[in-house]
């Protein structure tokens, strides 16, 4: 079991950056693909970007690259999710899970979420 905790979200304006962090309880969390998806309201939760569990290949949804980058510091236990250039559409709640792949299902440890809404 895999217990993950998420922070970082807030209120920004359109333009701004957040960083967000997710810490994982867990032993070996070396061994972990990390991905962070995001549900809006009346939306489905959709994938944001991936990283494996060495942190040798990161994978971004299209409105993510460029302006966001996963990272992750394994002797830590967190992986970090850096937006730039935020937009209103971004508004969300943002989730870590354990896993990997561009859809929820590939997904299943998450954390509770920590809400981020962009403003114009």
């Known amino acids: 079991q895999v217990h993950l905790v998420e922070s970082g979200g807030g209120l920004v304006q359109a333009g701004g950056s957040l960083t967000l962090s997710c810490v994982a309880s867990?032993?070996?969390?070396?061994?972990?693909?990390m991905g962070w998806l995001r549900q809006a309201p009346g939306k489905e939760r959709e994938f944001v970007a991936d990283i494996t569990w060495t942190g040798g290949r990161a994978f971004y949804a299209d409105f993510a690259e460029g302006r966001f980058t996963i990272s992750r510091d394994n002797a830590k236990n967190t992986v970090y999710l850096q937006m730039n250039s935020l937009k209103p559409e971004d508004t969300a709640r943002y989730y870590c899970?354990?896993?990997?792949?561009?859809?929820?299902?590939?997904?299943?440890?998450w954390g509770q979420g920590t809400q981020v809404t962009v403003f114009p």
């Open positions: 899970a354990t896993g990997l792949g561009d859809t929820a299902q590939d997904y299943d440890n």
């Open positions: 867990v032993r070996d969390f070396s061994e972990f693909s």
